[in-house]
Structures are given as structure tokens and as C-alpha cells.
């Protein structure tokens, strides 16, 4: 099992909003890992929608992903693709 991590910006002008956060749970459902999101000193499960939306993740807000599991690569490519792209998905 992989554990990866990296840190990212925002890039989305209307930050991460529901279909954002939907499309993160997808994400970690469709490679079968464990996704989480730290913003300052509090992480989060990535694929609870509540929880990512909870961070009020803003545009140009910096963010860690830890990603866990067999396609970890895979998963935090896509992860990381969706929350710097500054268009909706």
C-alpha cells in the first residue's frame, strides 16, 4: 500500500463547492483509497462531502492531500487535477 502526499492550491474561482467535493468522494470510491484533505492543522476524510465542505475551501486557499492505498499515484493525480483546476469540473 502507498501513502503519497502533497501540497496544493485551490484553483477553482468559486472554490470547493458540492460538485467539487462530489467528484473528490468519486474519486476515492473509483480507486478504492483513503483521501484525506488538511487545511491549517485540521484534516479531514476526502470522501465525506460534509467534511470537505466544512473546510470552506476558498480559491487560493493552500491545501494538503494524503492519499492511501494500492492506486495512491493515480488518485492524488486525479485529486490534485479537480482541486487546482480553475474550472468547475
Known amino acids: 500500500m502507498s ?3 502533497q501540497w496544493l492550491v485551490v484553483g ?3 472554490g470547493v463547492h458540492g460538485r ?3 467528484r473528490l468522494a468519486e474519486i476515492a ?3 478504492a483509497v483513503q483521501v484525506r484533505i488538511r487545511r491549517g ?3 479531514v476524510d476526502g470522501s ?3 467534511d470537505v465542505l466544512a473546510l470552506a475551501l476558498v480559491e487560493g486557499t493552500e491545501i494538503q492531500l494524503a492519499v492511501a492505498g494500492e492506486r495512491a499515484g493515480e488518485a492524488l493525480a486525479a485529486a ?9 469540473p
Open 12 to 14: 477553482n474561482k468559486r
Open 20 to 22: 467539487v467535493a462530489t
Open 41 to 43: 492543522e485540521q484534516w
Open 29 to 31: 470510491s473509483d480507486y
Open 80 to 88: 490534485t487535477s479537480l482541486l487546482a483546476a480553475q474550472d468547475d
Open 3 to 5: 501513502d503519497l502526499c
Open 48 to 50: 465525506s462531502i460534509l
